[in-house]
């Protein structure tokens, strides 16, 4: 007998072991890329993590920028609230005559003035505005309107109203100045003694 027959005829000892160490390859082989898919995503997950704590650190680091610019805000405000647009009686009177002032430094003399005021609920503070009528050069207004921006004061040119003269020889126009600013609250003894008109607050 051959070797060949000699093992056929002891299949029954050595094919149990066979089948055993052929499925243990095969568990194996299983195993392994279990074990590697399982990796794969591990890895995945650990990448997804690292972004998302990198993008949560970038938005903590932009909110601490934001709340510091905020609090900066905020004192900037104090400080505008206290210092420029402090109350009604100790800052309109000056207000006006800085404005005067800065229209006779540029050679104009203000007339026919009229003046408005406006709570606002938004804000808490006192819109107020003094129409001016002047008369001059162009030159003159462009330094009064200079001169008015230049202010220290708290000063707003709301607007500028040409009104021209197509007849007259004289190259000067009569412009309209609306100045504004604003007051920390609303004096209404000193508003009836200037004759100011008190518009319905917005």
């Known amino acids: 007998m051959n070797g060949r027959g000699a093992w056929l005829k002891l299949w029954y000892l050595w094919a149990p072991a066979g089948a055993l160490i052929v499925l243990n390859v095969v568990w194996l082989t299983g195993l392994r890329g279990t074990v590697l898919g399982r990796g794969s995503l591990l890895a995945k997950q650990v990448s997804d993590a690292e972004a998302a704590v990198n993008r949560l650190e970038g938005q903590l680091h932009q909110l601490e920028r934001t709340a510091q610019s905020l609090t900066e805000l905020q004192a900037n405000l104090g400080d505008l609230r206290e210092n420029k647009l402090g109350p009604m009686r100790e ?24 003046y408005a005021a406006r709570p606002e609920s938004k804000t808490g503070l006192v819109y107020f505005t003094a129409t001016y009528s002047v008369k001059g050069s162009y030159d003159k207004i462009r330094r009064c309107v200079f001169l008015l921006e230049s202010s220290p004061d708290f000063v707003l040119l709301d607007g500028l109203g ?41």
């Open 91 to 114: 800052r309109l009177v000056p207000f006006l005559q800085d404005v005067v002032r800065r229209a006779q430094e540029a050679g104009l003399q203000p007339e026919r003035v009229s």
């Open 162 to 202: 040409l009104r021209g003269d197509e007849s007259a020889s004289s190259l000067d126009v009569e412009v309209q100045l609306n100045v504004s600013t604003y007051f920390s609250d609303l004096d209404e003894t000193l508003v009836k003694q200037l004759g100011v008109t008190e518009v319905a607050g917005g």
